[in-house]
């Protein structure tokens, strides 16, 4: 069964899908990588050129793509994979979906600075972009979740532990 980490921008997601694929011996699919890949350009030129509905198209290739080949994998999905719900369906039919949140103030001073994540809204100051596609996204990202996983006071390898017992207790993942 797929790990599948679900989340917004700045929770944490890649990092604790290292931990997990390392404590674990699983590989580890990254959605927005596999994007880039697919188009042959970084995520920021993808919507500068092509804007976000071709971007959506391309990650709903690499999700179909991903279910389709992995297996007991850990499976890093951009934050606006729930958006579709093709998207969700088939996440949610090949693994179990982790949710990580964080505080509204944690997730601005992650990603703040990180250059790779292009304006979702235009005409909005940071915060208030921030605000808004959470409140958007809140619905579908906890109608998807099997966990919920607070990541605002947790090391990435301390989440990543708690997932594991988690699963463990849930029994969707071996002893």
């Excluded at 596999?34 to 050129?49: F, N, Y």
């Amino acid at each position: 069964m797929n790990i599948v980490l679900l989340g917004y921008r700045g929770t944490g997601k890649s990092t604790v899908a290292k931990y997990l694929a390392r404590k674990l011996g699983r590989s580890v699919y990254r959605t927005d990588d596999l994007i880039v890949e697919a188009a042959g350009k970084p995520i920021p030129r993808i919507v500068e050129e092509d804007g976000w509905p071709r971007f959506r198209e391309i990650e709903a290739e690499v999700v179909r793509e991903v279910c389709s080949r992995a297996e007991d994998a850990i499976i890093d999905c951009g934050g606006g994979v729930v958006l579709n719900d093709e998207n969700t369906a088939r996440l949610k039919k090949r693994g179990r979906a982790v949710l990580l949140t964080a505080s509204l103030e944690a997730l601005m001073g992650r990603i703040r600075q990180d250059p790779n994540r292009p304006p979702l809204k235009e005409g909005l100051s940071f915060e208030e972009e921030q605000r808004l596609i959470l409140a958007e996204r809140e619905e579908k990202y906890r109608a998807a979740a099997d966990v919920v996983v607070d990541t605002t006071h947790h090391t990435p390898d301390k989440t990543a532990l708690e997932i594991i017992q988690y699963f463990k207790e849930k029994l969707w993942l071996a002893e």
